[in-house]
């Protein structure tokens, strides 16, 4: 685990520690997973599946740590199906992406998880 000076280089860990304005809605202290709400929605409902360390890229992830990105994964799905009911728009499905390369502007691991409208 990282130290609280390299947590604050992402501004997720600063949401998910209450530093930064922003919304959790799913949170698994077991696993170190979070789901927050993007603060630029590209569609009704736009999340973002993270761990909880930062420092690394979403490929960076897949690569050096495969279970634990798989399981991020499971994790974004798991959790957005649970939401169903609370969010009806999810009732037409989502799509879940990630980037790679130089397009992934904060060096910490995320699946965009976005509602198909």
């Known amino acids: 685990m990282k130290s609280k000076q390299e947590l604050s280089e992402s501004p997720f860990t600063g949401i998910l520690r209450g530093d930064e304005k922003g919304t959790v809605v ?4 077991a ?3 979070a789901i927050v709400a ?3 929605p590209e569609a009704a409902v736009h999340w973002l599946a993270i761990p ?3 420092g690394f890229s979403t490929e960076e992830m897949r690569v050096a740590q495969g279970d634990r990105f798989m399981a991020l994964l499971d ?3 798991a959790e957005t199906r649970s939401r169903i009911e ?3 728009v999810l009732e037409n499905g989502f799509t879940i992406k990630f980037h790679c390369g130089a397009y992934e ?7 965009h998880i976005l509602s198909i409208e």
């Open 26 to 29: 799913a949170r698994d202290d």
């Open 31 to 33: 696993q170190q997973f």
């Open 38 to 40: 993007s603060r630029e």
């Open 52 to 54: 909880f360390e930062s």
């Open 75 to 77: 994790f974004a799905i």
């Open 86 to 88: 609370e969010y009806p």
């Open 105 to 111: 502007t904060i060096p910490h691991a995320k699946f």
